[in-house]
Antibody, heavy 120, light 108 residues
Framework: QVQLQESGPGLVKPSGTLSLTCDVSGGSVIGHIWWSWVRQPPGKGLEWIGETYPSGGTNYNPSLKSRVTISVDTSKNQFSLKVNSVTAADTAVYYC?????????????WGQGILVTVSS | EIVLTQSPGTLSLSPGERATLSCRASQSVSSKSLTWYQQKPGQPPRLLIYGASTRATGIPDRFGGSGSGTDFTLTISRLEPEDFAVYYCQQCGTSPWTFGQGTKVEIK
């Protein structure tokens, strides 16, 4: 069973860059799998941010596309998220997740989540 | 983007009762890409149902999913104390992938 673990700063200043990493254990990031980031503002619902494919492909939510970069590091078996020009609206719990794509498509593994607060 | 609208927003029921949760899509969703998750406070979402009707590994058979096109349903046949949580539907058929706003199942 693959396990995911987010890490990174819990506090980011407004206009700064949010940077998170997701370590993958119990499996490889290499394969026919998309690796995603999802966020959840406090007390609110879930929002898909985007995803990356080991070959280098990416797919982003248009609502965030201009500010987001997701990449994978196969040598470290991890993938990462960067969000530029953050504001208080980017305060959320950020989850990394694996998108299983076989006969069905779904997020089958999730990290525990990391709360990132945007504040000066 | 496909908007998923869940109803009701909150469902107040007693243990042992049946829960019926609805997820309506703004346009047709492939059944193989419609998923249900359960989330409890302080925890990540937990995969319940994928492909609209297939229970994930370890999910009790009191959980059932059905539907097609734009209307999908999650049914919990008899609520157990551990089932009181927030439930989300989600689609991965048309990018951007989207989630419903959630239905909270609370103890009456």
């Amino acid at each position: 069973q693959v396990q995911l673990q987010e890490s990174g700063p819990g506090l980011v200043k407004p206009s700064g860059t949010l940077s998170l990493t997701c370590d993958v254990s119990g499996g490889s990031v290499i394969g026919h799998i998309w690796w995603s980031w999802v966020r959840q503002p406090p007390g609110k619902g879930l929002e898909w941010i985007g995803e990356t494919y080991p070959s280098g492909g990416t797919n982003y939510n248009p609502s965030l596309k201009s500010r987001v970069t997701i990449s994978v590091d196969t040598s470290k078996n991890q993938f990462s998220l960067k969000v530029n020009s953050v504001t208080a609206a980017d305060t959320a719990v950020y989850y990394c997740a694996r998108l299983w794509s076989g006969s069905s498509y779904y997020f089958d593994s999730w990290g525990q989540g990391i709360l990132v607060t945007v504040s000066s | 983007e496909i908007v998923l609208t869940q109803s009701p927003g909150t469902l107040s029921l007693s243990p042992g009762e049946r829960a019926t949760l609805s997820c309506r899509a703004s346009q047709s969703v492939s059944s193989k890409s419609l998923t249900w998750y359960q989330q409890k406070p302080g925890q990540p979402p937990r995969l319940l149902i994928y492909g609209a009707s297939t229970r994930a590994t370890g999910i009790p058979d009191r959980f059932g999913g059905s539907g097609s096109g734009t209307d999908f349903t999650l049914t919990i046949s008899r609520l157990e104390p551990e089932d009181f949580a927030v439930y989300y539907c989600q689609q991965c058929g048309t990018s951007p992938w989207t989630f419903g706003q959630g239905t909270k199942v609370e103890i009456k």
